[in-house]
Every structure is written in structure tokens, then in C-alpha cells.
Nanobody, 113 residues
Framework: QVQLVESGGGLVQAGGSLRLSCAAS???????MGWYRQAPGKQRELVAT??????NYADSVKGRFTISRDNAKNTVYLQINSLKPEDTATYYC?????????WGQGTQVTVSS
């Protein structure tokens, strides 16, 4: 089994920054990691993923969000800059390995205007 534990969410003013972290633990090797988000009344959407090589971003966050990972710590990060009210959502850590995907419990990001 794999556990993904997020941290770093909070309340921030528009234009501010946050750094989310997600630490993976367990017996299964996680190859791909990333972040999704879900706003109230909307479907969960991809934010960014980082396989072992390369990164992928949703168009809506390009230039403002930066995903990175520390393989030695099994941790993925999401640096969020220039936050907008429409970035308000629950952000979920995602991991994929050995044909299975895993989700964290979510961390809330709220951006005030």
C-alpha cells in the first residue's frame, strides 16, 4: 500500500504564494506523481504531473505553478505563485506505480480577492 500525505495549504490573498508538499510512503514504488485540484461544484482537474523525467502542466497554471520532486524523499512539491481567486480548491496529491494510482486526502487552498 501507499500513503500520500499533503501539507502546505491555507488562506492567502490574491497575488500571494504557497508551497504544497506531498510525501509518499509505503511498499510500492511510485513512478509518477502530481497534483490535481477540485473546486466546489466542479470536477477534479489535472494541475501538473511529474513522471521520472519531464513535467506536464495544465494550460491554466503554466507560468505560475512549478512542480518538482525529490526522489530520495519520495516527495513532490507544488510552488504556486501569483495566486488568483479561481485557484481556490482542494488540492490532491496523486501517485502512480505498479499499475495502481493513489490519492492523498487533499489540502485546501483558499485565495481571497
Amino acid at each position: 500500500q501507499v500513503q500520500l500525505v499533503e501539507s502546505g495549504g491555507g488562506l492567502v490573498q490574491a497575488g500571494g504564494s504557497l508551497r504544497l508538499s506531498c510525501a509518499a510512503s509505503g511498499s510500492i514504488s511510485i513512478n509518477d506523481m502530481g497534483w490535481y485540484r477540485q473546486a466546489p461544484g466542479k470536477q477534479r482537474e489535472l494541475v501538473a504531473t511529474i513522471p521520472r523525467t519531464g513535467v506536464n502542466y495544465a494550460d491554466s497554471v503554466k507560468g505560475r505553478f512549478t512542480i518538482s520532486r525529490d526522489n530520495a524523499k519520495n516527495t513532490v512539491y507544488l510552488q504556486i505563485n501569483s495566486l488568483k481567486p479561481e485557484d481556490t480548491a482542494t488540492y490532491y496529491c496523486w501517485g502512480y506505480g505498479s499499475g495502481l494510482q493513489y490519492w492523498g486526502q487533499g489540502t485546501q487552498v483558499t485565495v481571497s480577492s
